[in-house]
């Protein structure tokens, strides 16, 4: 079982950029795959990126090269560095860890982009 916390999320102005964190529960946190996406209301569920334990990175289509994505095995964390925030990228952030037919998701960040 892993348990994943989200943290960072917060209200920003456009332009500006934010840092989530994902932290894992768990001994064995790098064989687990890590991936950031997120939904915004009335919106399906959208992959931003994804990461392997041994740091081969993923990216979606909504990163437009703004989001990166990096992890530290020994904290057992994952995080998504944001820039360039737009109104657009208001929704709730979660991530997910992934393992053979192991799949963990967290509950959610929310980042909201306003002026």
């Known amino acids: 079982q892993v348990q994943l916390v989200e943290s960072g999320g917060g209200l920003v102005q456009p332009g500006g950029s934010l840092r989530l964190s994902c932290a894992a529960s768990?001994?064995?946190?790098?064989?687990?795959?890590m991936g950031w996406y997120r939904q915004a209301p009335g919106k399906q569920r959208e992959f931003i990126a994804s990461?392997?334990?041994?740091?081969?990175?993923t990216y979606g289509d909504s990163d437009q090269g703004r989001f990166t994505i990096s992890r530290d095995n020994a904290k057992n964390t994952v995080y998504l560095q944001m820039n360039n925030l737009k109104p657009e990228d208001t929704a709730v952030y979660s991530c997910?860890?992934?393992?053979?037919?192991?799949?963990?998701w967290g509950q959610g960040t929310q980042v909201t982009v306003s002026s």
């Open positions: 997910r860890a992934s393992f053979r037919a192991y799949d963990y």
């Open positions: 768990g001994r064995i946190f790098s064989i687990y795959a």
């Open positions: 990461i392997t334990g041994d740091g081969s990175t």
